[in-house]
């Protein structure tokens, strides 16, 4: 499964300051994570993944680009308010990816040179390298403003869309499964002083079939983000991981709110209204003067039972635990990518799957 940033959604570099660098949106790169359930292929790791992590790779900004005439347009994969997704084959090597064109003021171009922000988005998201990472190849030129363009790994549809539809949600080994190789894609970043920021079902991408990117939501954004939070860490992106294990678990959003008010009221129903207890300085937040609804204790126990006596889902308690750590208020106590990979949870019956893992579904072309 490939991790693949949204429309708006922002990566991060942290170097001392943190430096906001678009992924999906002016530059819209993916550098996400890739969940290896390949409908055709069957090929799911399991187990803890190792510590060793995969090198970032040496690019050599200074070389010439290839132009777009090298590449054959096919379709629009998706067309929105922050650029354009092109499915094009690659004529030199025969293959088929994505590009995706960079948004650039062309007038401040004409005045400043190409952007050095875009230059450091493109040298952070080629040098990433990682099998749970979706691949940026290279950088091309050409068409009619004599555009800049990012060359992508084609992966045809993603996690949402395969989700909506199945019948049935994922089985336990399977969730394990993803969730392995999402949290060694979300660790590589977090290694890498990377901040993902948009982490949700529709841009974990699939190898096999697929639908277009969808608009952004705010169903998987955590909530000191949600109150205003100016500085924030690696736990944004935990969250989000939370609220992907709930979905894949249950085959819904754990929250669903359409604004931020909404959203945070529903999180606060589910898991309590936080306080300074719980969560240190949150009446410091600029969003916490808001009225909330107050949810004395968390509920969140009730979603996902330890046992059923109707044959619906049931979570263990070391699932429960991970889950539980995932969607923590404070996020100093949030747990972290490398911690959750070897969470007792991957090692309890049923284990992951590791192949034959299939999505239970076809999409449509």
Not at 52 to 75: K, W
Not at 112 to 139: A, Q, Y
Not at 154 to 182: F, I, N, R, T, W
Request: proline share 5%; hydrophobic share 35%.
């Amino acid at each position: 499964m490939l991790v693949q940033e949204s429309e708006n959604e922002d990566l991060e570099e942290d170097e001392g300051n943190c430096m906001d660098v678009a992924v999906e949106h002016d530059i819209d790169s993916p550098a996400g994570c890739l969940l290896d359930t390949d409908v055709e292929s069957n090929a799911c790791r399991s187990g803890t993944p190792e510590n060793v992590q995969p090198p970032r790779r040496c690019v050599n900004m200074l070389q010439s680009c290839r132009s777009i005439d090298e590449f054959e347009r096919l379709n629009t994969i998706n067309e929105g308010t922050y650029g354009v997704v092109f499915r094009v084959r690659d004529k030199k090597a025969d293959e088929v990816v994505a590009l995706k064109k960079i948004k650039i003021d062309k007038k401040r171009e004409l005045e400043e040179g190409f952007p050095l922000t875009s230059l450091r988005e493109i040298n952070i998201l080629l040098s990433l390298h990682h099998p749970s990472i979706v691949d940026v190849k290279e950088v091309v030129v050409g068409g009619h403003d004599n555009d800049t363009f990012m060359v992508m790994e084609y992966m045809e549809h993603d996690l949402k869309g395969v989700m909506e539809a199945m019948e049935q949600p994922y089985h336990q080994s399977e969730v394990k499964c993803l969730m392995l190789q999402l949290l060694e894609g979300v660790k590589y970043l977090h290694d890498n002083w990377v901040l993902h920021r948009d982490l949700k079902t529709s841009n974990l991408l699939l190898n096999n079939r697929g639908k277009p990117f969808s608009q952004q939501n705010i169903s998987q954004m955590a909530p000191e983000l949600l109150l205003g939070a100016k500085e924030y860490s690696t736990a944004i992106d935990m969250w989000s991981l939370g609220c992907i294990m709930a979905e894949l678990l249950t085959k819904k959003p754990l929250f669903s709110g359409k604004t931020e008010i909404a959203q945070l009221n529903e999180i606060f129903r589910m898991l309590g209204t936080p306080n300074d207890e719980i969560w240190p300085d949150y009446s410091k937040l600029p969003g916490a003067r808001a009225q909330f609804v107050k949810q004395p204790r968390n509920r969140l126990r009730e979603k996902f039972p330890a046992v059923s006596f109707t044959g619906g889902l049931t979570l263990s308690e070391s699932g429960f635990d991970l889950l539980n750590r995932l969607l923590t208020f404070d996020p100093e106590k949030r747990i972290s990518a490398d911690a959750a990979l070897n969470h007792e949870w991957f090692r309890e019956v049923p284990l992951p799957k590791n192949k034959g893992f299939h999505a239970n579904t076809s999409c449509s072309e």
